[in-house]
Structures are given as C-alpha cells and as structure tokens.
C-alpha cells in the first residue's frame, strides 16, 4: 500500500510507521483511488500532498 501511493520516495515511506498510519493510507486509497477508476494520472492527490505538506 505505502509504495502504490508514495512511489519510490524514500521520506514519504519512513513516514509510515504504525497501524495509525497504514489506516490513514487505506482511507486516502479509498477516497482518491477508488474514486478515479484508479487513474493515476489525474490523481489530485499529489497536489493535496504538496500544497499541505511540501
């Protein structure tokens, strides 16, 4: 779950580190993901991320 939404990025993947934080990951895949028929290209996900956290 941690690599389909996070990728490769290394920061973002030692950020998950307990149950708390896996279940945040299930909720964000249920909202975005399931919503897009899992079009990952236009995610607006990423621009949430980045506006609140880069």
């Known amino acids: ?3 389909y ?3 490769d990025n290394v920061r973002m ?3 998950i580190q307990n149950d708390k934080h896996t279940q945040g990951l299930i909720q964000v895949y249920q909202d975005y993901c399931t919503q897009n028929e899992n079009n ?3 995610c607006s996900f990423p621009d949430v991320v980045n506006r609140n956290f880069a």
């Open 1 to 3: 779950m941690r690599h």
């Open 13 to 15: 993947l030692k950020a």
């Open 40 to 42: 990952c290209l236009g």
């Open 5 to 7: 939404i996070f990728g």
